[in-house]
């Protein structure tokens, strides 16, 4: 790091910082036909099928951890554009050749899907059946990252998908699911203002922002991460939350290394005023526009 640039004029007081550990959990989200979308999860992205809670919901994940949880409502309306909540999931891949063979399955599936070259991480796109974002990506090295002072270089490039399909590994099956090591890499949410979102998020709950260059968006992270979070309002700007029972986002989890971390952010939040709701190695909180984040032990 060789520039003095401040992407912010330092407060009065510290800063809340949240702990390196941190790593995002899974992520459940509320869906028409919960079958249909299991198979998507399965067959088109490359999930296992690892159980159903007690709940009837359905967990998807790789290795036994899960990073998917589906929620079955039929009568489920789908979330309003415009409103707030999820833009997408990110599942982060190990490796070039992993994100290959992904690449490789949606074009035999005839999958529409956008693809992009973001500097720190190349990366996939495209949708679930009930229009729920997912990017499937995997990370240049950190060595690779160029910072100014506390910003990381991000930009949006055209990704060169044949190159990409070159590194797909000959003895790796198209229909074989992801490897060991995928997991949530970050999520990515929409939001009502950015002002709001900032509050909430870095000066609450303890991210670090990571770069705000995007117009309309705002990057947070832990760790020196390039994002765990992202925030927009390219389609929400000023806007709420979609209806109760709308498919989308119902919450996703915040895992950090112990319960003394766990007990700093609940402390914090408590006096910031938020409402907190105690759950097993942890508790749930919601964001300014409703979107529930369930913080507990686990990373």
Sequence with gaps: MTST??????????????PAGLRMGAVRLRVRDA???AAFYTGT?????????????LRLGVGGETLIELVGAPGA??????????FH????????????IVLRRLVA?????????????????LDDPDGN?????????????????????MA?????????????????PLDAPMPEGTRVGHVHLQVGDLAGARRFYVEQLGFAVTTDRYPGALFVSAGGYHHHLGLNIWQSRGGGPAPSGSTGLVEFEVLLPDAAAVEAVRARLAAAGETITPLAQGFAVADPWGTRLHIRAGA
């Design 109 to 125: 599936k005839g999958v529409r899907l956008g693809a992009s070259d973001h500097l720190v991480s190349e990366a996939l796109y």
């Design 35 to 37: 079958a249909h979308s």
């Design 45 to 57: 992205v490359g999930l296992s099928l690892l159980g159903t809670n007690a709940d009837g919901s």
């Design 5 to 18: 640039a401040i992407a912010h004029p330092p407060s009065a007081s510290p800063a809340p910082t949240l």
């Design 77 to 86: 309306g789908l979330r309003p554009r415009g409103t707030t909540g999820l």
């Design 133 to 153: 974002g997912i990017e499937i990506y995997r990370d240049r090295p950190e060595s690779d990252w160029r910072w100014d002072d506390v910003t990381v270089e």
């Design 89 to 100: 999931v990110a599942l982060l891949v190990p490796d070039r050749p992993a994100l290959a």
């Design 156 to 172: 949006t490039q055209p990704l060169d998908l044949r190159k990409l399909l070159a590194d797909t590994p000959e003895d790796v």
